[in-house]
Nanobody, 124 residues
């Protein structure tokens, strides 16, 4: 069974950092693009970052560019989201999602395997 498990969320003060994990089981991320999404209370889910199956291309939405970094650990079959300089507006449930792809780029549509989500709360 193909599954994604998210972890690493928690309560952090403004300006702090967290590292989220997206661990895959039942399939290899070598053939899947991964996207990170977040949904804040009362708002729609938004895609914030993605990485291609090869790991050579990444994309970030403007609101996290320069603060968040997505990376892939092939040996561990997981993807990380390193989050720095967190702001109260980053408070949300964060989930990763996967789609089979051999494209040179990545996006936020067509995802068919979703993680369980992890809550990030940024508050003083």
């Amino acid at each position: 069974q193909r599954q994604l498990v998210n972890s690493g969320g928690g309560l952090v003060q403004p300006g702090g950092s967290l590292r989220l994990s997206c661990a895959a089981s039942g399939f290899s991320l070598d053939m899947y693009n991964i996207g990170w999404f977040r949904q804040a209370p009362g708002k729609e889910r938004e895609g914030i970052s993605c990485i291609t199956s090869s790991g050579t291309y990444t994309n970030y939405t403007d609101s996290v560019k320069g603060r968040f970094t997505i990376s892939k650990d092939r040996a561990k079959n997981l993807v990380y989201m390193h989050m720095n300089d967190l702001k109260p507006g980053d408070t949300a449930v964060y989930s990763c999602a996967a789609v089979f792809s051999v494209r040179w780029d990545c996006g936020y549509t067509g995802m068919n395997i979703w993680g369980n989500g992890t809550l990030v709360t940024v508050s003083a």
